[in-house]
């Protein structure tokens, strides 16, 4: 069964991440898959919603990672046409994973830095947000501010309104299941190092895969 087939693969195996046309302009930007209707998507496909669910960006990930290997439309446009836009697979990304507490950076393709993390505590309604998204602001420090909290972090990658990626120097371990006891707020928690060495590697506009 298809569903079955997802949830091992969603389980088990690296998330491959399938883009849109990546467009690079002069200043860096990158342009995002277009076109794809979420509604359309969900209706037509039946048989991922029952997986997935409804949410647009659940379905965008899934189109993105699954749906362009298996010819599947993004839209109506492409539905009465035939012609599935042609997707390149983005050679520079970062990969979390959230069942495993792993991030892996791809650089040309290659896992060039990897590290255990701490993301979301899902049993306070704080779960990292799954999806397809990009870095949007990179800050070398600031203040992280919300309601209990008030912290320094010296590597900011904001990849979803408030979320995003940065050093934790107040953990002393990351990874195994911390994150169901003493998770962050949404953030992925990084070690100093592997925030500082990232920070580095990717730009605004750099892919980040949650999953």
């Not at 050679?91 to 979390?96: A, G, L, P, R």
């Amino acid at each position: 069964m298809k569903s079955f087939k997802y949830v091992i693969k969603a389980v088990f195996t690296v998330f491959i991440v399938f883009a849109a046309v990546l467009i690079f302009g002069g200043n860096g930007s990158v342009a995002k898959a277009g076109n794809f209707d979420a509604a359309y998507y969900a209706a037509k496909y039946p048989d991922v919603v029952e997986v997935f669910g409804t949410d647009p960006n659940a379905l965008y990930a899934h189109y993105l990672n699954y749906g362009i290997k298996e010819l599947r439309y993004k839209n109506a446009t492409e539905e009465a046409t035939g012609v599935i836009e042609d997707i390149s697979m983005p050679s520079d990304y970062v990969d979390v994973d959230i069942i495993n507490q792993q991030m892996v950076y791809y650089q040309q393709g290659v896992a060039v830095l990897s590290s255990s993390i701490v993301t979301g505590n899902p049993n306070n309604g704080n779960s990292t947000p799954t999806g397809v998204y990009y870095i949007d602001a990179k800050v070398p420090g600031k203040y992280l501010t919300g309601p209990t909290w008030h912290v320094w972090v010296d590597r900011w990658m904001k990849f979803n309104g408030s979320i995003g990626l940065h050093d934790a120097t107040w953990r002393s371990e990351f990874g195994g299941e911390i994150y169901k006891k003493n998770g962050s707020h949404g953030c992925v928690n990084l070690p100093h190092d592997v925030a500082t060495a990232l920070y580095d590697y990717v730009n605004v506009g750099t892919m980040v895969v949650v999953h």
